[in-house]
């Protein structure tokens, strides 16, 4: 009876709940939260729909406790953690969440606080002008910042800001995503450019200040009790979020390979290639389920061979950076400049910065300096962290700037900026990859 593993009656009910509850998200958003909808406590591997199957949290504490600090307001505005993190999208927020929470609640949702409008002082004196205000934040991207202090290597020679963000001569205001708040347990850097870690490694030390200044920052809210910040701290660390089961592969710990939150919660961090589909490679169809499944899985082992491979045109590989274990992070914490920010690949609405290095006055233009922004070194413009790529599918856009649309738009993000180079069918073996993560 192998043929029921791959589409197992029990994961198609369970596929419908989760569908269910995806639907209900924003609702859950809007009118109260989604610990109401599940009396506080997610059990661990409870799946949530995405486009490529579902995708569930494991957590060490033995289940999602919805009760946590994290899904309560802790401010004077009515935002929580959960306001910007949802746990049915891979702890992030999709541009259509926040769409939904806006036409659900005519843009009263406390997500739709001036914090994060396109600018300081947005224009809410109608329900058209509030819209229009908000037209970053309903494509998932939120206002950040950060002052180039007079000690830099470099300094801002110029500036387009088309919204009004807040850029100045010496501010950089850009637009990111929230990165996923879960798979801390293999991470090294807090913030898209280790704002919060700072180069120390030290995450937990890193989550508490992330919290701490989150609180008195987005929720507007006075300073919370250290057992507050530990409280989020260590939840979060609790957490291991990863695709759990493809519609096209069946669940993706069948057969022996190892994906799914639960082997993720308890993957070492460890520096190499990624092996969880290896059981997968040249499975002969019907030899593990369907043969059209068995075709699906053994793509993924493909996929995952391009991924961990040096690709032939610029001698890299995605692993090369990517290079913990089966998380996708780096193991030593390292960013990377891999093009987002270029100039090229501005977006509507984004402010673009020439940026002047003091000493050899060469020029260069970006709409987000990341690391540089905290180091003040020319050379870590264009940083940022590596993400864990477990569960990404959950989460589109990508980057730190939601530039890709989705994992194919990512990939070729690669091919134009990085100089990788694939056939239609790699890019398709290794997105397949992709989602199975
Ligand atoms: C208004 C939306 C919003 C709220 C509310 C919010 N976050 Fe975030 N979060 C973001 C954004 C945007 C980023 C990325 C910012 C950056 O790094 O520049 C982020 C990043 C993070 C990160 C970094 C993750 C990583 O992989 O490096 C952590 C941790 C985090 N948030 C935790 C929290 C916690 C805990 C709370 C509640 C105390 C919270 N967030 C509330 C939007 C939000
Ligand atoms: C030079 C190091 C490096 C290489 C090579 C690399 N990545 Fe990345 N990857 C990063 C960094 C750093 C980020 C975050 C960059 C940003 O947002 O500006 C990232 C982001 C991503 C994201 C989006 C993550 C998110 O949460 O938005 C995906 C998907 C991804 N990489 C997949 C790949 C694939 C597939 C390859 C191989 C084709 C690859 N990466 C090669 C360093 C690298």
């Known amino acids: ?10 994961g198609i009910l369970l596929a419908t709940l989760a569908l269910a509850c995806t639907l209900a998200s924003p609702v859950a958003g809007a009118e ?10 997610l059990p661990n591997n409870f799946p949530f ?13 033995g289940f999602v406790d919805l009760t946590n600090p994290f899904h309560v307001p802790q401010g004077t505005n009515g935002r929580s953690c959960e306001s910007c993190h949802l746990p049915q999208v891979g702890w992030s927020i999709r541009p259509i969440d926040v769409e939904l929470k806006f036409l659900l609640t005519q843009g009263n949702d406390p997500i739709f606080n001036a914090l994060d409008a396109n600018n300081p002082n947005p224009d809410v004196s109608s329900l058209q002008a509030k819209r229009a ?22 300094e801002i020679f110029a500036f387009d800001d088309p919204l009004g963000a ?30 919060n870690t700072n180069g120390s490694g030290d995450v937990y030390a890193g989550l508490f200040a992330q919290a701490d200044g989150n609180i008195t920052g987005a929720q507007q809210g006075p300073r919370a009790t250290p057992a507050t910040l530990d409280s989020i701290a260590t939840y979060e660390l609790g957490l291991a979020f990863a ?36 059981a ?40 090369g950076c990517h290079d913990a274990v089966n998380n996708g992070s780096n193991v030593d914490g390292r960013l990377f400049d891999v093009g987002a920010s270029q100039a090229r690949f ?21 709409t987000d300096p990341g690391r540089a922004l905290r180091s003040g070194r020319w050379t870590d413009m264009d940083r940022f962290k590596t993400p864990s790529l477990r569960g990404i599918v959950a989460r589109a856009p990508y980057f730190h700037n939601g530039i890709a649309a989705n994992l194919t738009e990512a990939v070729r993000h690669y091919e134009t900026a990085l100089e990788f180079k694939y056939s239609d069918q790699e890019r398709e073996d290794l997105v397949a990859f992709l989602e199975a993560l």
């Open 1 to 10: 009876m192998t043929r029921s593993m791959t589409r197992p009656p029990a």
């Open 133 to 154: 205000s908000y037209s970053m934040l309903r494509k998932g991207l939120f206002r950040r910042g950060g002052a180039i202090q007079p000690t830099f290597e470099f």
């Open 280 to 319: 997968w490679k040249n499975l002969r169809p019907g030899s593990c389920g369907t043969r059209s499944a068995d075709r699906k899985r053994a793509q993924i082992a493909r996929g995952q061979d391009i991924f961990n491979s040096v690709n032939a045109n610029n001698n890299r590989s995605c692993n």
């Open 243 to 278: 695709q759990q089961f493809s519609f096209s592969a069946g669940l993706l710990t069948a057969c022996g390979a190892k994906g799914g939150p639960e082997n993720l919660s308890a993957q070492p961090s460890a520096k190499g290639p990624f092996d969880l589909f290896d």
């Open 346 to 366: 501005r977006k509507a609405g984004m402010p673009l910065y020439t940026m002047r290095n003091k000493t050899t006055l060469l020029t260069r233009e970006t």
């Open 49 to 61: 729909l995405n486009n490529a199957g579902t995708a569930a949290t494991f957590s060490t504490a």
């Open 32 to 41: 109260g939260s989604i610990a109401e909808l599940f009396d506080g406590r």
């Open 166 to 195: 807040g850029a100045s001569p010496t501010q950089v205001q850009a637009f990111r995503r929230p990165l996923a708040t879960a798979n801390f347990h293999i991470a090294k850097n807090i913030g898209w450019h280790d704002q």
